[in-house]
């Protein structure tokens, strides 16, 4: 079933990327990876992801700007925002529990975590 | 006696008075009469003017001369000429001898005259003046005679009937008013004389010592009681005077210490207003006057909301927790965005109270915190950067186990991968924990160099051996520039070790395969200088600045695709100003980028040491 779903994991850490990318092909997804927010942008534009998991500390656009930035496309085609960070702010926590769709994660996370999050919110909207 | 002299006082100021009357009344009756006579005079002589000449001749002129005779002359005509145009007269009418007293100009300028001329002679023999009257006639335009009238000035007689009468009842008035005023004068200080009696009599008084003077009521005692009523008066003058003086160096002092008070509270590093219970300006000093950018005048008894308009500061001052509480001080921070739009303050905000603990107004400090803010700031987001970059390995390390673990990487070549991984993140952990203490070391200032002399050939091979490694794997040559004789220095070796790698692997790692570094190494005369330059991405203008900054990564996608700490050239900075060294920077995007270390030769450390 998940074979359609598009994952984009937006972290400048390439070994990030690259544990995540395996794991959630190993499950079947279709994964998107993007190096900056500004990239991690422009994919969501183009791709449309079902999912997407950033980090909120990164170069060119920070994570907090990126899902204000998304937040929009949301109302056209909702989709699941995971925020990995090491350290989150009381302010943060706060701006998160009032953005659509969106889940934070704290570092060091676990793969196993982020893909049982994906699958509940996928199985909530029956996709 | 006294009052014998009172009374003649009264008697001569009478005739003194009724003297001025009569002098008044004279010289109005006297006035009154030339008034009179002026406008006889004008009117007989106009009269007589219009005549024509024929008229003063002949039978005409005798018809004339009677009616004057008789109707005129009881009326103080004293004369009367009519000459022709020689000057000739034609009718002469004259009382007694009157006529040859008129002196001679008073004829010649009536007789020259074209106009009415009034003049005024004196007879020789005579008490009173003469006023003559004279016209000119005129017919067909021709002047051809003048009209000459003399008028006595009538007595004057104030002494008739009516005005006897009338002095006789002014005199009977005033004589009435003075025995009147006297009288009711005794009898409106009889209470007056009784109380100062009753005061006199009482031993406790004051006027105690007047005991002996005179009961008996007169001009006299009334003067002493007046005396005394005075003394009495400027007793309690001198009382006030006293006092007066006692408020004014009161007055002096408070005034003194409020300026004092208003000296300190305007050298104050803080922002202060003070308002009374309707919250309108009582107090503002220097500080936020300043910060206000207005006049105390302009402030000064203004409501508060005038002088700050900020909603959200309104709204917190105004809060009615205040009043519950009104012992209790509140805080909240504020921005002046027109006015200091880097700043922040805090503002606290008391209720006063005066001794009976009624409130009487507000104080309101507001203190500059933007520097605490600024470093607070600082540490959370230092916090925030080391906190990522630890975990940004841990969350590597546990996820790649984690895949392990669960069995989810079958094939040999990617298990070894993900093991090799885990180990690079585990030196990038180690490392990074590393450079961290060493920062926070040289930044406390407990780092203790281990110095001793070192060979800067030592100090050159090592670091190139260290890096010999990575710079083989991309296939970059690294040219050495060596002096013929190598100075030595004084310092930490290990540490300086340290710095010159960070910078030289810096030019490896971000150099592209087949690149260049070159490694020179000089001296001038008081420094040993590494010369470190690359031909690999280079850094741009605006990057510049900000590569010795702790955790500064450039943005370049062929720096952050490489790992780093962000911390190397910071640590490395932090050395060599430890060893009293600088160093300096010069980079071109693409085209490559040049460091250059100096650190100070043995002799001049030791001489600075």
């Known amino acids: 079933m998940p074979k359609n779903k598009k994952i984009l994991i937006i972290d400048d850490e390439a070994c990030i990327r690259r544990v995540l990318e395996l794991k959630l092909k190993n499950r079947g997804y279709q994964v998107l990876t993007a190096a900056n927010g500004e990239e991690g942008f422009l994919t969501i534009k183009d791709q449309q992801p079902h999912v997407v998991i950033s980090d909120l500390m990164m170069p060119k656009l920070d994570g907090k700007t990126l899902c204000e930035k998304t937040n929009p496309f949301k109302i056209k085609r909702p989709f699941l925002t995971i925020i990995v960070t090491a350290r989150i702010n009381p302010e943060e926590r706060d701006w998160i529990a009032h953005m659509q769709d969106t889940i934070f994660m704290e570092k060091p996370f676990s793969p196993n975590k982020i893909v049982d999050a994906i699958e509940k919110y996928l199985e909530d909207r029956n996709e | 006696m006294k009052s014998k002299t009172i009374g003649i006082a009264f008697f001569v100021l009478i005739l003194?008075?009724?003297?001025?009357f009569l002098q008044i009344l004279i010289q109005t009756e006297k006035r009154a009469a030339v008034e009179?006579?002026?406008?006889?005079?004008?009117?007989?002589?106009?009269?007589?003017?219009?005549?024509?000449?024929?008229?003063?001749?002949?039978?005409?002129?005798?018809?004339?001369?009677?009616?004057?005779?008789?109707s005129d002359i009881h009326q103080g005509i004293a004369y009367c000429f009519v000459h022709d145009q020689t000057g000739k007269p034609l009718v002469s009418l004259a009382i007694n001898s009157i006529a040859t007293e008129i002196p001679y100009n008073i004829q010649v300028n009536s007789l020259a005259a074209m106009g009415l001329v009034h003049q005024f002679f004196k007879p020789i023999e005579s008490t009173t003046g003469i006023y003559e009257f004279s016209k000119p006639i005129f017919e067909k335009g021709e002047k051809t005679g003048t009209v000459r009238v003399g008028f006595k000035l009538p007595p004057i007689s104030i002494l008739s009937t009516e005005r006897i009468a009338l002095i006789g009842v002014i005199t009977f008035f005033i004589i009435s008013a003075i025995i009147m005023s006297y009288y009711g004068f005794v009898k409106a200080f009889k209470p007056l004389e009784s109380f100062l009696s009753n005061v006199l009599n009482n031993p406790n008084s004051s006027g105690a010592q007047l005991k002996n003077s005179s009961r008996s009521f007169g001009i006299e005692p009334m003067m002493q009681d007046c005396k005394n009523s005075i003394k009495e008066l400027k007793n309690r003058l001198e009382k006030v005077e006293m006092k007066n003086k006692d408020l004014t160096c009161k007055l002096g002092i408070i005034r003194f210490e409020k300026n004092q008070a208003s000296h300190i509270l305007n050298s104050i590093n803080l922002g202060i207003i003070v308002t009374d219970l309707h919250e309108n300006v009582g107090f503002i000093n220097d500080h936020m006057l300043n910060l206000l950018k207005k006049k105390r005048s302009d402030i000064i008894d203004s409501p508060l909301a005038q002088v700050i308009t900020d909603k959200n500061f309104l709204a917190l001052i105004s809060r009615q927790q205040g009043f519950e509480n009104p012992t209790g001080s509140h805080c909240f921070d504020i921005t002046f965005p027109n006015l200091a739009p880097d700043k922040t303050y805090q503002v606290s905000h008391t209720y006063l109270t005066d001794d009976s603990k009624s409130l009487i107004g507000k104080l309101i400090i507001f203190n500059n915190t933007t520097r605490e803010k600024e470093a607070a700031q600082a540490i959370n987001d230092f916090t925030a950067h080391v906190t990522h970059e630890?975990?940004?390995?841990?969350?590597t390390i546990k996820s790649y186990s984690e895949m392990l673990m669960d069995g989810e990487i079958t094939d040999a070549a990617t298990q070894k991968e993900f093991y090799?991984?885990?180990?690079?993140?585990?030196?990038r952990l180690s490392r990074l924990i590393k450079d961290l203490l060493n920062l926070s070391q040289i930044e406390m200032g407990s780092l203790t160099l281990n110095s001793g002399r070192v060979k800067s050939d030592w100090l050159f091979e090592d670091c190139i051996e260290t890096v010999a490694g990575a710079a083989r794997k991309k296939n970059i040559s690294i040219l050495r520039r060596l002096p013929d004789n190598f100075p030595t220095l004084i310092g930490d070796k290990e540490l300086l070790?340290?710095?010159?790698?960070?910078?030289?692997?810096?030019?490896?790692?971000?150099t592209p395969e087949n690149g260049q570094v070159v490694f020179e190494l000089s001296e001038d005369e008081s420094m040993v200088v590494f010369d470190i330059s690359d031909n690999g991405y280079g850094i741009s203008k605006e990057e510049l600045p900000f590569i010795f900054d702790k955790?500064?990564?450039?943005?370049?996608?062929?720096?952050?695709?490489?790992?780093?700490?962000?911390?190397?050239?910071?640590i490395t900075s932090q050395i060599v100003s430890l060893h009293g060294g600088e160093i300096n920077v010069e980079s071109k995007p693409e085209k490559g980028t040049h460091f250059t270390v100096k650190i100070p030769k043995k002799e001049d450390y030791l001489a600075e040491k």
């Open chain 2, 497 to 510: 070790k340290g710095a010159i790698i960070n910078i030289l692997g810096n030019a490896i790692k971000y």
């Open chain 2, 390 to 395: 630890l975990m940004t390995p841990l969350t």
């Open chain 2, 36 to 70: 009179n006579l002026f406008s006889k005079g004008d009117h007989i002589v106009g009269l007589l003017s219009l005549n024509s000449i024929k008229d003063f001749e002949g039978a005409r002129r005798d018809l004339l001369t009677k009616t004057l005779m008789q």
């Open chain 2, 420 to 427: 090799n991984i885990i180990n690079t993140e585990t030196d």
């Open chain 2, 16 to 20: 003194l008075g009724l003297g001025i």
């Open chain 2, 551 to 570: 955790f500064y990564r450039s943005s370049n996608s062929n720096i952050t695709s490489q790992q780093g700490t962000g911390l190397g050239l910071a």
